[in-house]
């Protein structure tokens, strides 16, 4: 490389997105609060356990109100 250009800096990385846009994950996820895992592997046209590990390498997190707190009722 130091004969071909004359440095030794690395080369950038090009990534691209096979299936999971982090931008578009993060907009349907926006839409579709309630949807399960492989609800938006459906929609993204891949597996619930891609789409969990795309959240972690994003930073994605999502967290669920329980069902016993959500239909709780006040009592007089």
Same mark, same amino acid.
């Given at each position: 490389?130091y004969? $071909? @250009? =004359?440095?030794?800096k690395d $080369?950038p990385l090009?990534? @691209?997105f096979?299936?999971? +846009?982090?931008?578009?994950?993060? #907009?349907?996820?926006?839409?579709?609060? +309630? /949807?399960?895992l492989?609800e938006? =592997?459906k #929609?993204f046209?891949?597996? =619930?356990? #891609?789409?969990?590990? /795309?959240?972690?390498r994003? =930073?994605?997190?999502r967290?669920?109100?329980?069902? #016993?707190? /959500?239909?709780?009722?006040k009592s007089k």
């Amino acid at each position: 490389m130091y004969k $071909q @250009t =004359g440095e030794l800096k690395d $080369q950038p990385l090009h990534r @691209t997105f096979k299936k999971l +846009d982090p931008e578009k994950l993060t #907009a349907y996820v926006s839409e579709h609060p +309630d /949807a399960y895992l492989k609800e938006i =592997g459906k #929609a993204f046209d891949c597996s =619930g356990t #891609a789409v969990r590990k /795309a959240f972690k390498r994003h =930073g994605i997190t999502r967290k669920k109100r329980p069902n #016993a707190i /959500a239909n709780k009722k006040k009592s007089k």
